[in-house]
């Protein structure tokens, strides 16, 4: 299995960043041994993600970066907040995936902010997108504010013993559910099945045209 986190933070070092790292950390510890672990960085790809979008064409870095979240058996989402929503390098990385390229692939979502009052960021913003790219999301998603980070918690980086908490939860149900899914190109009983290991879906006119109609 291959785990791929996307961080859009854009400072050095960065609390989403940091963020991403202890989520990975999380999960590839409760996947089984060997599963590849990958985090993509917005922030140096944030010039390639323009150009793709004014040529049409992905640079060498963003069509690897691009690759991996498609081949990804389970996907974390970092972004800061801005504005009461994700951030513009964030939502312009997503908006060059392939539509059908995360169906059925598992995400955990997680972002960070200033204070608290932004967490609903992860349920008016994050879980409609990934919704639209019909990506199953965990239940538990994971904000976390600047005081957060204001002392060592279990995990021994930095966050507090709640944020420690949620991220524990949250890498648990992100490896149950990568645990769950079907192997890629596995066929469903009766039906061939797509990249993403769901069976194929016979369009609407071909089944009109079976029956006749």
């Given at each position: 299995?291959r785990?791929?986190?996307?961080?859009?933070?854009?400072?050095?070092?960065?609390?989403?960043?940091?963020?991403?790292?202890?989520?990975?950390?999380?999960?590839?510890?409760k996947?089984?041994?060997?599963t590849?672990?990958?985090?993509?960085?917005?922030?140096g790809?944030?010039?390639?993600?323009?150009k793709?979008?004014?040529?049409?064409?992905?640079?060498?870095?963003?069509?690897?970066?691009?690759?991996?979240?498609?081949?990804?058996?389970?996907?974390?989402?970092v972004?800061p907040?801005?504005?009461?929503?994700?951030?513009?390098?964030?939502?312009?990385?997503?908006?060059?995936?392939?539509?059908?390229?995360?169906t059925?692939?598992?995400?955990?979502?997680?972002?960070t902010?200033g204070?608290?009052?932004?967490?609903l960021?992860?349920?008016?913003?994050?879980?409609?997108l990934?919704?639209?790219?019909?990506?199953?999301?965990?239940?538990?998603?994971?904000?976390?504010?600047?005081?957060?980070?204001g002392?060592?918690?279990?995990?021994?980086?930095?966050?507090?013993?709640?944020?420690?908490?949620?991220?524990?939860?949250?890498?648990?149900?992100?490896?149950?559910l990568m645990?769950?899914?079907?192997?890629r190109?596995?066929?469903?009983?009766?039906?061939?099945?797509?990249?993403?290991?769901?069976?194929?879906?016979?369009?609407?006119?071909?089944?009109?045209?079976?029956?006749?109609?």
């Amino acid at each position: 299995m291959r785990l791929v986190a996307v961080s859009a933070g854009l400072s050095s070092p960065s609390s989403t960043r940091l963020l991403a790292d202890r989520l990975t950390a999380s999960a590839a510890g409760k996947l089984p041994d060997g599963t590849g672990v990958e985090v993509v960085e917005l922030r140096g790809l944030a010039l390639d993600i323009a150009k793709h979008l004014v040529t049409g064409f992905p640079p060498p870095a963003l069509g690897d970066a691009l690759d991996a979240v498609a081949d990804a058996d389970g996907l974390i989402a970092v972004t800061p907040v801005f504005n009461a929503s994700y951030s513009g390098l964030f939502k312009s990385f997503f908006d060059l995936v392939d539509p059908d390229a995360l169906t059925g692939t598992p995400v955990l979502l997680a972002a960070t902010g200033g204070t608290a009052r932004h967490s609903l960021v992860l349920e008016h913003a994050l879980r409609p997108l990934f919704a639209h790219l019909r990506a199953p999301t965990v239940p538990t998603a994971v904000y976390a504010a600047s005081e957060d980070w204001g002392s060592p918690g279990r995990d021994g980086g930095g966050a507090t013993g709640d944020l420690a908490a949620r991220i524990d939860r949250a890498a648990g149900e992100l490896a149950a559910l990568m645990a769950a899914r079907p192997a890629r190109g596995t066929a469903a009983p009766g039906g061939g099945t797509g990249g993403n290991g769901l069976p194929d879906v016979v369009p609407f006119e071909q089944q009109l045209a079976r029956l006749g109609g």
